[in-house]
């Protein structure tokens, strides 16, 4: 079974990306996990459909190659969604979560309309929906190995600054840190995220990968840094396993992530709550 991937150059393109992914994705949504932003991911994610489709719209009038603009087109639709957000947040406008449900709503409207406006259908959506992890060219690969690198500069290089933007603003601005800057860097982080994402696990399911590792972490450490160390490792191991998977069983690659990741924390969560009920009784007892 190993030299049957080792010997096919898509399956080694695909193992490299996602394995990328599941480095970037949970370093990022660990800042949103501290500041109670768990769905910006899902909202940037339906803003990149819109993005998606003006590539496709973008390709099929310049050069009758659609797909060839659908991730560059998302990837600037999402950092301008982002952008958005973090703006209509800070400025007290609404809540956030009034601004993500109305970008949840418009990034899909808008993804549908102007597919449709292309010639083209919502089954060709269902790539960047659902991940197709599998058509992944030598391209992407080299963008993905691009972004990946700015995604862990920023969220590992500034960790310190930017857990104390999202842990507490107002102590972060006395500090005399650019509290705003470090926003907005956030925002366009995740939404770059959001675009590395896209090819493993799709725009529905970029969340997941984002948020549920951090999440799987935090039920067994402490700290910030041991967090992203361990929900790194959480999101290769579920992408490698999920994409190994699906090489021999006729599923999504994506849904199969996403369903890896959720066990793993159902089991954990199961797990350290057995784990501190013991320690509580002996010390009953004591």
Known sequence: MIADILSSPLMMRSLLVAVLVGLAAPVVGSYLVQRGMALMGDGIGHVALTGVALGWLTGTWLH???ERFAVPGALIIAVLGALIIEWVRSSGITSGDTALAILFYGGIACGVLLISLAGGTTANLNYYLFGSVTTVTGHDVWYT???????????IGLRGPLFSVTNDEDFARASGLPVRAFN???????????????????????????????????????????????????????????????R???ASPGAMIAVILIAGYAAVAMISTLVRR?????HERV
């Open 248 to 250: 021999y069983v006729s």
């Open 64 to 66: 009758g190659q659609p």
């Open 184 to 246: 907005i860097l956030i925002a366009v982080t995740a939404a770059l995220t959001v675009a590395v994402s896209m090819r493993v696990v799709g725009i529905l399911l970029v969340s997941a990968m984002m948020i549920v590792p951090v999440a799987t972490a935090q039920l067994v450490c402490s700290s910030l840094a041991h967090t992203q160390r361990l929900a790194m490792g959480l999101g290769c191991g579920a992408a490698l396993v999920g994409l190994v998977i699906t």
């Open 145 to 155: 190995v691009a972004l990946t690198v700015v995604i862990l500069a920023v969220g």
């Open 278 to 282: 013991n320690h509580r009784r002996v």
